[in-house]
């Protein structure tokens, strides 16, 4: 009997292809979409909601909560394999890990990314909100820049993750593609999925490695691979298009740290996000 995939709900395009088919208890097949890539590598955020939509199914809990992740190798668009494995379940707390792999051009599996997560219920968290921070001062989307304004940026290799986002740059930070970058390392946009669907926790995973690397506004071109990324996911996003600001404060021995925060329409501050990256080689 043929089974059903895990996450294709509507006609998302994001859902289709994060979607993942359970073959057995906590391992799942799946297929990475080239729709997803940017310099030839399929993104890391979207490799994140592939893994978070699988541990979401083998875990008690639904949303996610924290998602570590260490990027061993890059992944490539085609078949792969999630295997999870529960580590602890509590009252309002479970955790888990799980390891993407592919096989190379020799047919061997090869470990793509390995991921540490902690999944709650973001419903049943408390209302009570004291924080200091503010969201980022983005100009309105029609005073912003999107993929379809202007010449294309020369950047290597395909890009086919821009057909599949309605990003909205601002224009503080896109100096990089006309060929005068800042020399600040700052990435600011409104995101949204191209085909209209509304951000829910597993896109936001996505979003917060979807703008173009703040490195490209230092003054760097090439590809901009992730170390690490750890996500902290604060609450279900309201309808409607977010807002995400990437910093960069030290880039130093080749590698640069990067620190998002994305804030959904009713200016809360609903993901969180720090990630190393090797800076592009020059």
């Excluded at 080239?34 to 809990?61: C, E, F, K, S």
Aim: charged share 20%; hydrophobic share 40%; with cysteine.
């Amino acid at each position: 009997m043929a089974q059903t995939p895990i996450g294709t709900l509507g006609d998302s395009e994001f859902d289709r292809d994060t979607a993942v088919v359970r073959c057995e208890p906590g391992v799942y097949d799946t297929e990475l979409s080239a729709g997803w890539t940017i310099m030839n590598a399929v993104n890391g955020g979207y490799l994140l909601a592939v893994i978070g939509r699988a541990l979401a199914d083998a875990l008690p809990h639904p949303d996610p909560f924290t998602v570590s992740a260490h990027y061993f190798t890059p992944s490539t668009p085609g078949p792969a394999v999630v295997r999870t494995e529960a580590v602890r379940s509590g009252r309002t707390l479970s955790s888990g890990q799980a390891s993407l792999f592919q096989r190379d051009a020799e047919g061997n599996e090869v470990e793509r990314i390995r991921v540490l997560a902690s999944y709650g219920d973001l419903d049943a968290l408390s209302e009570d909100v004291r924080t200091t921070a503010k969201p980022p001062a983005i100009p309105p989307q029609e005073h912003c820049f999107g993929t379809s304004d202007g010449p294309a940026p020369e950047i290597p290799g395909s890009n086919a993750i821009t057909e599949r986002l309605d990003l909205r740059l601002d224009p503080a930070t896109v100096g990089w593609a006309v060929g005068a970058p800042s020399g600040k390392g700052e990435m600011r946009a409104w995101f949204g999925l191209a085909d209209g669907r509304d951000a829910d926790p597993l896109s936001l995973l996505l979003a917060v490695d979807a703008l173009p690397p703040t490195s490209f506004e230092l003054g760097l071109k090439g590809w901009t691979p992730t170390v690490e990324l750890t996500c902290h996911v604060r609450s279900r996003p309201a309808p409607g298009p977010l807002r995400v600001s990437v910093v960069t404060r030290n880039l130093a021995g080749g590698f640069l740290e990067e620190d998002a925060e994305v804030w959904d329409s009713a200016d809360r501050l609903v993901a969180q996000s720090r990630q190393l990256a090797r800076a592009p080689r020059q």
